[in-house]
């Protein structure tokens, strides 16, 4: 009984051969676009460019950097949460981790207007709220958290 179907073995072959010839066809060397000359250059010997530096693409607004310090300019790093929310999006971003000596910085996908809460997990301050607009800079703004236990004093509460 002769069949015209592929058996399982047959099907796994083929498609690991299809998906490999794909992905080295993906793959490229950078001997891919040599001239004949064996470099990258024209005729002249030149590469072509105007001697200046390539135009990179832009990847997006600069980070927003968020300080937290409580009333007397200590760093706060713990039993607190951020909250980042971009204007006119419904998604907000939450951050409880990665504090590290009263700061943390976040990538952005977009550029905006942002509002920066900070709350306590701990109720040890009221939420402190700032508005920020960020472009293509970096942006760095500072929270002051009246009430909340500076890093050095949380390490002493600790130990005792």
């Not at 015209?4 to 490999?20: E, P």
């Not at 713990?78 to 976040?106: F, H, K, M």
Request: proline share 3%; net charge negative.
């Amino acid at each position: 009984m002769n069949s015209d179907h592929f058996t399982r073995r047959q099907l796994s072959v083929a498609l690991a051969a299809g998906l490999g010839t794909a992905i080295a066809g993906c793959a490229s060397d950078d001997d891919a676009d040599e001239t004949e000359n064996g470099d990258d250059s024209d005729e002249n010997g030149t590469d072509g460019g105007s001697g200046e530096e390539p135009d990179v693409e832009d990847e997006g607004p600069g980070s927003l950097t968020v300080q937290l310090e409580n009333e007397d300019g200590d760093p706060v790093s713990e039993a607190v949460e951020i909250t980042v929310d971009l204007e006119d999006d419904p998604l907000s971003y939450t951050y409880r981790q990665g504090i590290e000596d009263g700061e943390v910085t976040i990538s952005l996908e977009d550029e905006g207007e942002y509002t920066v809460i900070a709350e306590s997990t701990e109720d040890e301050f009221e939420p402190v709220e700032e508005d920020v607009s960020v472009g293509e800079e970096d942006e760095k703004i500072t929270l002051v958290l009246e009430g909340a236990t500076a890093d050095g004093d949380r390490a002493e509460d600790e130990d005792e």
